[in-house]
């Protein structure tokens, strides 16, 4: 048998082919997500592995190193209704993410991490004393203090949004997302940011 007519081997274990089914959710890709901002690309890690167990407590800044969507799951838990609920906090922003998808055409994950982009404040201020006399100063934020803030505003947008009225929290979070994606002002997040921006710029 010459080396035209023998068999090409299999693929092996750990292939692109596995690496391709690796998915969020078991739908959503994680591999082809662009950046916009190259100051918090560092900390925005895209994984297929939406819980790792806490895994990341045990060195500081290491939440870094997990995914953006555990991270904004982590977030939404931090209410006194869903303290400590990891379960249902997955499972509204999972089916936030179809609504997502649904309205936009467009991968969740990418909106989600165009939305952290869009509500990360650059600017904000601190409070230096002077005698007695406390004076607002603007400082520039730490890249990893952006993200930070980027998905505490989104929590906070949902709760808003959702608590008490008849809004569900998946669609309150798709609204928010798609929002903030779009760097919509009328966005609780993005307006949140502008707002801390135009007190530091105010403090020069």
């Known amino acids: 048998m010459s080396a035209e007519d023998q068999p090409e081997p299999d693929a092996p274990a750990g292939s692109d082919d596995e690496g391709a089914r690796a998915q969020l959710f078991g739908e959503w890709d994680v591999t082809d997500i662009e950046y916009t901002d190259p100051s918090t690309e560092r900390y925005i890690t895209v994984t297929p592995i939406a819980h790792t167990q806490g895994r990341h407590s045990d060195k500081q800044f290491k939440k870094s190193e997990i995914s953006i969507v555990e991270r904004l799951i982590n977030r939404l838990m931090q209410t006194d209704e869903n303290t400590g609920k990891k379960q249902l906090a997955t499972s509204i ?60 505003f989104l929590a906070e947008g949902v709760y808003g949004d959702s608590f008490k009225t008849t809004t569900s929290a998946e669609e309150a979070l798709a609204q928010q997302l798609i929002g903030a994606a779009r760097d919509d002002v009328q966005t609780y997040a993005v307006n949140q940011k502008e707002e801390k921006e135009r007190v530091a710029a105010a403090a020069r």
Do not use: C, W
């Not at 952290?116 to 990893?144: C, F, H, M, W």
């Open 93 to 152: 922003v999972q089916d936030a993410f179809d609504i997502v998808h649904e309205r936009t055409e467009d991968n969740p994950v990418q909106v989600l991490v165009s939305a952290v982009e869009n509500s990360a404040p650059r600017e904000e201020t601190v409070r230096l004393k002077y005698g007695g006399i406390s004076v607002p100063k603007a400082v520039d934020v730490a890249p990893q203090r952006r993200v930070d803030q980027a998905l505490k």
